[in-house]
Nanobody, 120 residues
Framework: QVQLVESGGGLVQAGGSLRLSCAAS????????MGWYRQAPGTQRELVAT???????NYADSVKGRFTLSRDTAKNTVYLEMNNLKPGDTAVYYC??????????????WGQGTQVTVSS
């Protein structure tokens, strides 16, 4: 079991910035991939950014150059710095942890979600 607690969502005007945090209940080195997904009403959940336990980061094309994923391993926490926000970024953002144990069966864990709303 991995518990994920998110914070940092809010309302911001276009062009503004927010930083999301996701605190995991165990060492993120024990989590194969952590990342952020988002879901707007009526849409499928989409990948925003991921980071592997080794530190390799990937971004969705829609956020490249604007969002930065980082981590503080001592705090078991990953962050998503969101800059130059656009109305299209409005969604519920979910932290995700993917664990692939020795059995080889992947397990997904999700944070509770945090609302990001970008106006104008």
């Amino acid at each position: 079991q991995v518990q994920l607690v998110e914070s940092g969502g809010g309302l911001v005007q276009a062009g503004g910035s927010l930083r999301l945090s996701c605190a995991a209940s165990r060492s993120i080195f024990s989590i194969n991939v952590m990342g952020w997904y988002r879901q707007a009403p009526g849409t499928q959940r989409e990948l925003v950014a991921t980071i592997t336990s080794g530190g390799n980061i990937n971004y969705a094309d829609s956020v490249k150059g604007r969002f930065t994923l980082s981590r503080d391993t001592a705090k078991n926490t990953v962050y998503l710095e969101m800059n130059n926000l656009k109305p299209g970024d409005t969604a519920v953002y979910y932290c995700n942890a993917r664990v692939i144990p020795g059995s080889g069966f992947p397990r997904n864990y999700w944070g509770q979600g945090t609302q990001v709303t970008v106006s104008s």
